[in-house]
């Protein structure tokens, strides 16, 4: 191809031989606009705004296996939170460099400030994001101190929005006859800007980026008759500025240094997006991927996409919805004076025409199809810290690619498989990798189950580089930080705690240490709080140990023994507690009783059946809350039966009394549910009473203990008790089968009770009311028998 531009000549604002290409970064128009005027350019050497340490790894763009959404990672080697991002689509400027230049075989090389200098220059950074240079990206406090030079443009050509004037002006502009002419103009256009806002639209250490672009620009030309620079729109007239080489050695003369390592890493175009809170300039990055990559048609292309979504969520869209809601966009940006329909008038037609007018299904269109859930691959050869190629190769085992869209994933523990991904998600937790949360399943429950939500996000990468220093694979690393962090640990809670999870985890080698000192702790610790609170998860480690084939004998000698202190010293702790105190100790007490009743150790229970019964039956000295709370224990176990739980009630609402206590052993007895006053009318006439002969000065004290406690029961119980009030229970004080409401009477009606037989018949399967052979009620009724027998 005849090259647009003479030899040796200035083009597009640069000094000669040099074409500079400011772009908007992850621009679709500024992409095409790149590789058109590197057709007609045909430079010897193509240059990016980008660290130059990433100079060994461009090759690596060109492999097959690359593909983008993917990001150049850049960490301190010490330090590897400190690190910065420069990401690249498939519709970015540089993408699309680097790929013209593989392609024509042509050198790339990055020409921003390095890595090892702009990583020391912020010595505690968040996960930055490099390739700023049109300042569009989010710096954190420094972004208010900068102009958006896009913005100003818009403002200029009387837009108020900067994201639909870069639409008008670039993504769809057409083609002109000199493929160089718009990035002169739009130089021009960033040099006015340059001159009424001197330096503060840019970053704080652009004049030292600057200066280290202009030399690797000089050293370029020294070589090749004709250089390419791709570079923000912002630098552009910085970089044609004459400044003397000595001048540019100056500015970065002294600036501090780090040692970095460098690797490419997936993206996704959620972290493109600056919704999403990882700003990198465009709100749409699937659109952008969808105007960059549509041979023609975009709209129609784009509502076809959009009715394809819909279908698959059930949503009734078609043909015609579709070839409406493109007359209607374009109806729309004709009315507008835009040149093609863009995102805002795709989005109003199919609202209107698709959605009916709701916007709910337009969330759904943004997060799938405007934002995406792309993720990108980079290839096996590419740098990266051991333990995340172990990573890699854990997940090609058990066949767990990581996603960026988010997913539930169900495993079934007494497969080999999925045993495995769950050693894998629990050992990446306790490195602090998220990629996987435990969540409750939906489906079958059991201690064979576990349920994940899944979504890899790109700073996962750094978080695998940080557990990078416990080890170099998965397993030597997950052990290493459980050990030093039972020997850390601050409470014997989080030593049980992190038991439990080196057995999840599989980690067979930490838990000695983690026994150790698990023992250690216990026998110093002498708070029955503490005790009781570290008692569940190191009975479920013990419980269920044997599910994932771990020996967990050990720590069921040691949950016995903590258990054994704990029956023997709860009492004494539960006598002059304050209210706060009381509530903390109940779920302690809760939980240690739920832990008992799964260690079943021999003679355990029956001790601490003996110890709440005396907790039960104390006087004063212990809350009420506490002796409630351990009668209904106590009650739900069959080990207190109703007519003793009566006299506990009538001894705790008996008028000697204080109102207080009394409300409190009623909310620890009724826990959160009012069944027991359903099914027994005797607790509910002393309650009945008892709240009737409250005397009214202390009724407003009670009164919020009381909404608390009834105010936790179903819609369905307290409809109930309030109906059995009203109607006046069997039994209550001071009220007579005459004083029941109308429409209630005080016994069955059996006349009226016999009309229901024949439907019930009908329901059963036969005629003469007994069940159908074989009939599911039958089989029921034999159930629920067989409980009834057990439970009794």
């Not at 838990?511 to 569940?536: K, N, Q, S, W, Y």
Request: glycine share 10%; charged share 25%.
């Amino acid at each position: 191809m005849t090259s647009a531009v003479p030899p040796g000549e200035p083009s597009a604002g640069g000094p000669s031989g040099v074409a500079l290409l400011g772009v908007r970064h992850h621009g679709p128009g500024s992409a095409r606009a790149v590789r058109a005027a590197l057709d007609a350019y045909r430079p010897g050497a193509v240059l990016i705004e980008g660290p130059p340490e990433a100079d060994p790894l461009v090759g690596l763009a060109a492999d097959e296996a690359m593909r983008p959404p993917v990001a150049l990672l850049a960490h301190v080697l010490d330090d590897p939170a400190r690190a910065a991002f420069w990401p690249f689509a498939e519709f970015s400027p540089e993408w699309v460099a680097i790929q013209w230049a593989a392609g024509h075989g042509v050198p790339v090389s990055f020409i921003d400030l390095p890595a090892a200098h702009s990583l020391a220059h912020h010595p505690a950074p968040e996960q930055r994001e490099g390739a700023a240079g049109d300042g569009t990206t989010d710096d954190g406090a420094a972004q208010a101190l900068r102009i958006d030079p896009l913005a100003v443009l818009a403002e200029t050509a009387g837009y108020d929005d900067a994201e639909r004037w870069w639409e008008d002006a670039v993504e769809h502009r057409s083609g002109g006859d000199d493929p160089l002419a718009p990035f002169a103009a739009l130089a021009e256009a960033m040099g006015a800007l340059r001159e009424l806002y001197g330096e503060g639209g840019g970053q704080e250490d652009d004049p030292a980026r600057e200066a280290h672009m202009r030399l690797r620009v000089r050293d370029a030309r020294r070589t090749y008759d004709r250089v390419a620079v791709v570079c923000g729109a912002w630098h552009v007239p910085a970089l044609a500025r004459p400044v003397t080489a000595t001048a540019d050695r100056q500015v970065l003369k002294g600036l501090p240094k780090v040692k970095v390592e460098m690797t490419w890493v997936p993206w996704t175009h959620r972290r493109l997006s600056r919704h999403s809170g990882y700003g990198a300039g465009i709100d749409s990055p699937g659109w952008y991927g969808h105007l960059f990559g549509a041979p023609d048609r975009p709209v129609t292309r784009w509502m076809t996409r959009v009715a394809g979504l819909l279908r698959a969520e059930d949503l009734p869209v078609s043909s015609a919805h579709v070839i409406e809601a493109v007359r209607l966009a374009d109806s729309l940006a004709a009315m507008r004076g835009r040149p093609l329909a863009g995102l805002s008038e795709t989005t109003d037609a199919i609202r209107a025409v698709m959605c009916d007018g709701s916007d709910a299904p337009l969330a759904l269109i943004r997060d799938r199809l405007v934002v995406g859930d792309v993720l990108g691959e980079v290839p096996d050869s590419a740098p990266a810290v051991p333990l995340a190629r172990d990573l890699a190769r854990e997940q090609r085992r058990l066949r767990l690619k990581p996603e960026a869209l988010e997913r539930d994933v169900e495993l079934d523990l007494r497969k080999e498989t999925d045993a495995g991904r769950s050693r894998l998600l629990h050992r990446l937790r306790l490195l602090g990798v998220d990629w996987g949360e435990q969540v409750t399943s939906r489906g079958a429950t059991g201690t064979f189950r576990e349920s994940w939500r899944l979504r890899w996000e790109p700073e996962l990468a750094i978080q695998v580089a940080e557990a990078g220093i416990w080890g170099t694979t998965l397993l030597s690393a997950a052990t290493a930080k459980a050990e030093e962090g039972a020997v850390r640990a601050g409470a014997l809670a989080d030593v049980t705690a992190l038991a439990e999870r080196c057995l999840v985890a599989g980690l067979p080698d930490a838990l000695p240490v983690v026994m150790r000192v698990l023992a250690d702790r216990a026998a110093l610790e002498t708070d029955v709080g503490h005790l009781a609170r570290a008692l569940p998860a190191l009975v479920r480690s013990a419980r269920y140990g044997d599910v994932r084939g771990t020996d967990a004998e050990a720590l069921r000698k040691v949950a016995e023994g903590l258990a054994e202190r704990v029956c023997v010293g709860l009492p004494p702790a539960c006598v002059g507690l304050d209210a706060d105190g009381a509530a903390e100790m109940r779920g302690h007490v809760e939980a240690a009783h739920r832990a008992i009743g799964l260690l079943r150790a021999d003679g355990l229970l029956d001790r601490w059946s003996v110890m709440l019964r005396g907790v039960a039956e104390r006087d004063g000295a212990i809350p009420g809350l506490l002796r409630g709370s351990a009668a209904r224990l106590l009650m739900d176990d069959g080990r207190l039966d109703e007519e003793a739980a009566a006299r506990l009630m009538a001894l705790a609402l008996s008028p000697g009394t204080p109102s207080a206590e009394a409300a409190a052993w009623l909310e620890g007895f009724l826990a959160g549910s009012g069944m027991l006053l359903v099914h027994d009318e005797r607790l509910l006439a002393l309650v009945d009473g008892w709240l009737a002969a409250v005397p009214a000065a202390a009724f407003e004290d009670v009164l919020p203990l009381l909404r608390r406690t009834f105010g936790a029961f179903e819609s369905g119980v307290r409809r109930t008790v309030g109906e059995l009030v009203a109607r006046g229970a069997a039994g209550r004080p001071g009220v007579s089968a005459g004083d029941a409401v109308p429409g209630f009477g005080p016994d069955l009606d059996e006349e009226r009770a016999a009309a229901t037989l024949p439907v019930l018949r009908l329901l059963l399967g036969r005629a003469d009311g007994h069940p159908a052979e074989g009939h599911p009620a039958e089989e029921h009724t034999e159930e629920r028998q067989g409980t009834t027998g057990e439970n009794a």
